[in-house]
């Protein structure tokens, strides 16, 4: 993460928000760590709920509920979302599950991460990929997630600046 800041700050100089649900807070906590991180970072949400998905990144209800928040679309929905709520050119998010759940017949912690990238308005990237955690606990599973979204940003970075 320590070429994060060199990467937003290279012309064109990029900004960042990002849409949280998993990870909590943690990408922001990070990413607000970072020595003038005000010369990039505009802010973050944390929507844990479908609808404050909804209300807050533009997250399609139906079919958030189909998948209970958790697949790639919406990842990258909230991605998009939080570009659009923010003004930013990068919007990063998480979604996924923390721990085990029986009733969604999840076994093991997972989450997706996504990445817009905002340029004149229109969307010119958006990924998104799935970490896995297995065996993790919960705290464990958001700090794993936390670091995989910042290294998939930075990678993507990395490619875009070559």
Known sequence: MT???ALLRQAPRLSLAVAESLTCGQVQARVGAIS???DFFLGGITAYTLDQKVAQLGVRRAAARRVDCVSADVAREMARGVCRRFGSDLGLATTGYAEPSAAAGVADPFAWWAL???RRGRTVALL????ECPGA???EAQSLVAVAALAELTDYLRRIRA
């Open 128 to 131: 998104a990929g799935r970490i």
């Open 36 to 38: 003038g991180a005000s």
């Open 3 to 5: 070429e994060l800041p």
């Open 137 to 139: 606990g919960r705290v």
């Open 116 to 118: 817009a990238h905002v």
